[in-house]
């Protein structure tokens, strides 16, 4: 049985996506502002990369037809191309978590940060292009998901720095 292509359901999803990302970074910035290095990239794993990502896999690979309809896509068939980036989000998702129960150090889950924001800036940029050619575009989204990889490439490069 097909999960359903209502683009509500990942519409839902997305912004959980963005509550989520947004309290890992509130609470990052406030770490960074005191100082601690440590503490913020461990707010970044854990919400900004751990949890938008699992959340982005099930938009992006579960719910793959309801994402399809809401960026207009055509939906009746398969998009490889969507499940293989529910599947980049999943493995960055999962290995912050684990990263985080294994207790890795600033340096380490800087570089994860750093990855997931070097992937996510690429992606800004090819949306942001996208916008001289879209029927109906969503300036709003593609803003914030800059902010997020510009964000996740400076707290990645923070950590790094340490």
């Known amino acids: 049985m097909p999960l359903s292509s209502n683009p509500r359901i990942s519409k839902v999803l997305l912004q959980l996506s963005w509550i989520v990302g947004g ?23 854990a919400w900004a ?16 037809r309801s994402d399809a309809v809401r960026m207009g896509w055509v939906y009746r068939q398969r998009n490889d191309f969507q499940l293989e980036v529910g599947f980049a989000n999943l493995a960055w998702g999962v290995v912050a978590i684990v990263g985080l129960i294994q207790g890795w150090d600033a340096q380490t889950l800087g570089a994860l940060i750093l990855l ?5 800036l690429q992606a800004a ?8 050619e879209a029927k109906n575009p969503r300036y709003g989204s593609k803003f914030v998901n800059l902010a997020y990889a510009i964000c996740l490439f400076w707290f990645g490069i923070k950590a790094l720095s340490v």
Do not use: C, P
């Open 23 to 45: 309290i890992g970074f509130w609470n990052a910035f406030n770490s960074i502002g005191s100082g601690d290095v440590g503490a913020s990239t461990q707010w970044i794993s």
């Open 49 to 64: 990369v751990g949890g938008v990502g699992l959340l982005s896999f099930v938009r992006h690979a579960v719910f793959h």
């Open 116 to 120: 997931v924001g070097i992937y996510m």
């Open 125 to 132: 940029v090819l949306h942001l292009l996208e916008l001289k």
